[in-house]
């Protein structure tokens, strides 16, 4: 249970938020919940839709809207690598092929081992430094193949 | 008067209220602009992007703020540079619409063809086909070819159950959000939301039940598409093939205006009720109904249905021929020597419960109602009960309602949607009064509680108060029930509540008055027609109990007349069983809760040999020598009308007047309000309460000592324990029992 | 007036033995069956897919384009445990009453899956007006040989679509 786990976190959240208006509060909830569990388990949406008083059909959607909110379990790196147009022009989509290979995975995919999960995303905002990834929400810029290998090679 | 505005719409000049909506002035003048998510009982989202219409607003000079003329002094219009919604676009002043340039007419196929690019045309087997939106906006404005490959189309999911009674189709879905709307806006059980985004939209539910909502069949009335299908209805006909009668729904005292769909059929010696449908009525349901009445029809065509007069032979009971009964039911009332009980229930229609009443008193019996019926207040909502002109739709800022005693959403689900729109959007106060908490408790500004049955005590205690809540609001409506109240204390609730009206004010004004939860259909006009005994004669030597319904104790009698639909427990202790008809086989008139008479019409034909209780008291008359000559309700209802004093303005004529109603429905307009029924068959009318005609005196209330029978009255919930909609598993097992609550 | 008859009988006659030798227009109906035209209308048939799945779709677009109100569906919805026909819908009741029907062809017109062909064989005969109401088990081909009839147990998904692509229209036909 999400509310003994991280009653601390919560009451916090809650506390930035007034009472009548807890409904605001569900994106930091949801971010407690996946860091807690990895991604945002069905239990744990209901647990956050009673906390703040709505229905889980209405945190399940925000979950489902918000791409960094992961319905299912992820790898233990998250990579998001942009395919948005100014980086394809800079060769994103040879690149993410270049990284399914390496990784023996498609995108939207875990490796077996639970290591990796590799995402395509839209723009995020580092277009000058094309092709770019964000592993776990950490930047990596101006990729190739050499690169983006060395750096999965290096992670532990 | 809101102030008017003129805009002009394809060169119509038209005045409509400031605020209204391009793609509403419109329609007023007859351009039908074409619409997939807006509807005009929602707010506007402008998602479909259907209804794009070229916009232009007179130019104003910055400098001097006046509007700039041309050389005929004309306004000089200014068009926006792209084309605007027509359902987001409130009108004002001297706007000019254009619909019928071809830049709207090739924005309209566009958007067809975008949307067709994801529908996968299975039209021949969708339920909606013949009634579909997309199909006739395509017809009329779609491109006549597709530039796709059919085996290219987007594949998706085909048979989601979104809970036990309504199926999703994610292909067919164009993703308009009418259905979260209504679930949002109107029902307020938001169990339907959108998730992920783009071309991955989808509807889900992640409720828990699934998709639960006492409302949820409204939602495939409003679909565009055949999204949303009912589980009653899948596959069950084509639109084309139903045949549609005009009703009046039976399960609770609103009183909804539906359509029966029927169609021919191989059981059932021909035709069966296929599905229900809201039919627009805006001072009763608008263009809604609830699941009940919606789904609970198959009881027209059950197997318990009696069909041929039975009567009892050696201990059995045996068919028997209507000559037969009819002389032995005479014969044995003649030979009672007036030592008998005539019991009616409430879903007996009024012209059959006048009959029933004529004759019981002719033959001196003891008039009653069964005694579920809550027969002790009807008087007290005749004289108090809201205004004849009364009309939910003015309830709001200023006005208080006040719910004592009263589950409004359990009760009369329909009326708890029209107090909420009340409240919540119209800003009408709301104070409640129970002793647990109900759905409309959410939107209450003042919350008080009472012990369990202590509903009479509490308002006298609160008299003070509450009087002084209501001087101070416009119009006063007051909601109650008789939840764990016998009788007597019931009377005793309706009658300081009343007071209170008198004491405030309000006793008598239009928007004003006393709105029971009664149990069913024809409780009020039982009532009013049959003027009941309230007591019950400790034994007789003839009980006819005429449509009691559920197995109840009769008083002891040596010989049981039972007038009943169905094959019921009480038919097993009949001496005579006389068949009768259900509100879908006959035609007749029910009064409402709130006193609006209403007629409806015959759809389906009689089951055997049952016939109409008018018939068969009738038929009884004659043999016991009375010269009783009515051919059709109607004939009783002039002699009734004649005889009530109440019902003396009312017609069959009348009460089949029919008014144009905003939003348009029906056959043309099914993509602007869905595919509710438009109403043919008579708005009805309410009769005048005795507080508006006379000045009333206040009642003399002394509150009788609590009983265990009136405390064990639990709540009447029309969605309770043992009343499955639908036989289920799931449903049956997360339903609490109502005596483990209580 | 009497010369006249004797002079006509032998014409008469030579008609009458010139016809007595020629093969009769006539047939035993229904025993014996002339060759038709492979366009003629006759009675109709409920066509199957080279697997065994009906085509019918119980969509009742042939009832809707009916002039003579001669045709009766009902439907009812397949599972992947009991699939009559590909999609979701099947026909649970048809029958038609050939006694009303005018073999006008319009239910062939109607029908969006080529599932009802009127074929110019086994016409309906019978002496009581029931035994023309042909229902669904009259009016279904059998599968083709070696293939199961319906219902069917299929594999979730293969089966997601109504209207499956037309095969390409033999010419030759």
């Known amino acids: ?156 | 008067m809101a102030e008017l505005v003129n805009v002009t719409i394809d060169g119509v000049t038209v005045a409509v209220p400031k605020g209204t909506l391009v793609v509403d002035a419109a329609k007023k003048i007859g351009n039908h602009i074409p619409v997939f998510c807006y509807h005009p009982k929602l707010k506007p989202v402008g998602m479909c992007r259907m209804c794009l219409v070229d916009i232009g607003t007179p130019k104003i000079d910055p400098a001097t703020k006046q509007v700039v003329r041309d050389e005929n002094g004309n306004p000089v219009i200014q068009f926006m540079p792209k084309l605007t919604t027509a359902c987001t676009t409130p009108v004002s002043e001297g706007m000019v619409v254009r619909t019928a340039t071809e830049q709207v007419r090739a924005a309209r196929e566009d958007i067809l063809e975008f949307l067709l690019t994801s529908h996968p045309l299975d039209c021949p087997i969708c339920d909606k086909g013949g009634e579909c939106p997309l199909q006739n906006l395509t017809l009329a404005h779609g491109p006549g070819v597709s530039r796709f490959d059919y085996d290219a189309k987007f594949h998706n999911e085909k048979h989601v159950p979104l809970g036990e009674l309504i199926f999703l189709d994610r292909e067919r879905c164009i993703q308009c959000s009418r259905c979260i709307r209504f679930q949002d806006e109107i029902a307020d059980d938001h169990v339907l939301q959108f998730h992920d985004r783009g071309r991955g939209m989808e509807i889900i539910t992640f409720s828990d039940p699934p998709f639960d909502s006492y409302f949820g069949g409204n939602t495939t009335d409003i679909c565009p598409v055949g999204a949303l299908t009912t589980a009653d209805f899948r596959f069950k006909a084509r639109p084309w093939e139903l045949q549609s009668a005009q009703s009046i729904c039976t399960h609770c005292a609103v009183g909804c205006n539906i359509t029966l769909n029927t169609r021919l059929e191989t059981r059932h010696g021909g035709f069966e009720i296929k599905r229900v449908m809201p039919r627009q009525n805006e001072w009763v349901n608008e263009i809604w109904i609830c699941d009940k009445g919606r789904y609970v029809h198959h009881f027209t065509r059950s197997e318990d249905r009696l069909h041929l007069p039975l009567i009892r032979r050696e201990g059995r009971l045996v068919e028997s021929t209507w000559q037969q009964a009819l002389q032995l039911v005479a014969d044995t009332l003649r030979a009672a020597d007036g030592e008998i009980v005539l019991m009616v229930g409430d879903r007996i229609p009024n012209e059959d419960a006048y009959l029933l009443g004529q004759l019981g008193r002719a033959i001196g019996a003891r008039v009653s109602v069964s005694p579920n019926v809550p027969s002790h207040y009807a008087d007290v909502a005749r004289a108090f009960g809201v205004g004849k002109d009364a009309d939910f739709k003015r309830l709001g800022r200023g006005d208080l309602v006040l719910a004592v005693n009263a589950d409004v959403e359990e009760q009369a689900p329909v009326w708890f949607l029209r107090l909420r729109q009340a409240v919540v959007d119209r800003g009408a106060q709301l104070i409640i009064a129970h002793h647990r908490s109900t759905k409309l408790h959410r939107y209450a500004s003042a919350i008080h509680r009472f012990e369990v049955g202590r509903a009479p005590e509490w308002v006298q205690q609160q008299a003070e108060t509450l009087a002084q809540a209501l001087q101070a609001a416009r119009h006063a409506l007051i909601v109650f029930g008789d939840e764990h109240l016998d009788g007597p204390r019931a009377r005793a609730l309706a009658q300081l509540l009343a007071n209170l009206l008198l004491q405030s004010g309000h006793a008598g004004r239009s928007d004003s008055g006393l709105l029971p939860l009664y149990p069913h259909a024809n409780t009020q006009g039982v009532c009013d027609v049959l003027s009941p005994h309230t007591a019950l004669p400790p034994a007789a030597r003839v009980v006819w109990a005429v449509g009691v319904g559920d197995p109840q104790e009769l008083p002891p009698a040596g010989f049981y007349i039972i007038q009943e639909v169905l094959h019921t427990a009480l038919v097993e202790q009949a001496d005579v069983v006389l068949p009768s008809l259900t509100f879908a086989e006959r035609e007749g008139t029910f009064t409402s809760g709130d006193r609006r008479v209403q007629r409806f019409y015959r759809a389906l034909p009689a089951p055997g040999e049952a016939k109409p209780d008018w018939w068969i008291a009738q038929e009884v008359a004659r043999r016991l020598g009375f010269e009783w000559r009515y051919n059709s309700p109607a004939e009783i209802f002039e002699a009734l009308a004649k005889d009530v004093p109440a019902y003396a303005e009312l017609s069959y004529a009348a009460l089949s007047r029919v008014v144009e109603q905003w939003p348009p429905i029906g056959r043309e307009d099914l993509y602007y309000g869905g595919t509710a029924y438009d109403n043919t068959g008579g708005i009805g009318a309410r009769y005048a309460a005795e507080a508006e005609t006379r000045a009333l005196p206040p009642y003399d209330v002394t509150i009788p000592e609590p009983t265990i029978a009136g405390l064990k009255r639990g709540p009447r919930m029309l969605y309770r324990d043992g009343e499955l909609i639908r036989r289920s598993a799931l449903l049956r097992a997360r339903m609490v029992s109502l005596q483990q609550v209580a | ?173």
């Not at chain 1, 233990?76 to 690149?95: E, H, S, T």
């Not at chain 1, 290979?101 to 498609?106: S, V």
């Not at chain 3, 009675?43 to 045709?71: F, M, S, T």
Request: net charge negative; glycine share 6%; aromatic share 10%.
């Open chain 3, 1 to 173: 007036m009497i010369t006249e008859y004797l002079r006509k009988v032998p014409v008469g006659l030579a008609t009458v033995f010139k016809t007595l030798f020629r093969r009769p227009v006539t047939i035993q109906y229904p025993e014996e069956q002339k060759p038709m035209s492979a366009r003629f209308r006759g009675r109709h048939h409920l066509k199957r897919y080279e697997d065994g799945l009906e085509r019918c779709i119980g969509c009742a677009l042939c009832a809707a384009a009916c002039p003579a109100d001669a045709i009766y569906v009902e439907a009812a919805e397949n599972t992947n445990e009991e699939r009559y026909s590909p999609g979701e819908r099947y026909a649970k009741v048809y029958e038609i009453n050939m006694l009303r029907c005018i073999f006008c062809g319009y239910c062939e017109d109607a029908c969006p899956t080529n599932a009802i062909v009127l074929e110019p064989i086994d016409f309906p005969v019978g002496y009581t007006r029931e035994s023309l109401i042909y229902t669904k088990s009259m009016l279904l081909e059998p599968p083709p040989p070696g293939v199961p009839g319906t219902p069917q147990q299929t594999p979730p998904g293969k089966y997601d679509r109504a209207i499956l692509p037309f095969p390409p229209i033999d010419e030759s036909v």
């Open chain 1, 1 to 156: 249970m999400l509310r003994e786990k991280r009653a601390q976190d919560i009451e916090k959240v809650l506390a930035k938020y007034p009472p009548e208006r807890r409904r605001s509060a569900v994106m930091p909830l949801l971010y407690i919940a996946q860091e807690e569990y990895g991604y945002c388990t069905p239990e744990a949406i209901r647990e956050v839709a009673e906390i703040i008083g709505c229905d889980p059909t209405e945190v399940k959607s925000i979950v489902g809207f918000y791409t960094m909110f992961y319905e299912q379990p992820v790898g233990k790196y998250v990579i998001d690598v942009c395919d948005d147009l100014p980086c394809a022009l800079r060769g994103a989509d040879r690149f993410v092929s270049h990284c399914e290979k390496k990784l023996g995975i498609r995108v939207g995919e875990t490796t077996p081992d639970g290591k990796f999960t590799l995402n395509t995303v839209m723009c995020i905002a580092a277009c000058d430094r094309a092709p770019v990834l964000q592993i776990n929400k950490q930047y990596r810029y101006a990729l190739d193949e050499q690169t983006f290998d060395r750096m999965i090679d290096e992670l532990p």
